[in-house]
């Protein structure tokens, strides 16, 4: 009965700050990878 009555809090928001926020880490590492893979290698400079 005290459950009923106590206002609960509304978790939309958060989660879906939640989910930009972690679609933004996953895109941030993507780019990271491609660009430490696009770089060029020592190697290649030196032929």
Sequence with gaps: ???QSIAL???SNGVI???VFGLA???LI???V???NS???K???EN
């Design 9 to 11: 809090y509304d978790w």
């Design 1 to 3: 009965m005290i459950n």
């Design 39 to 41: 770089g060029k290698k």
């Design 34 to 36: 491609v660009f430490m």
């Design 43 to 45: 190697d290649d400079q």
């Design 30 to 32: 993507i780019a990271l």
């Design 17 to 19: 700050m939640m989910a």
């Design 25 to 27: 880490c996953l895109i």
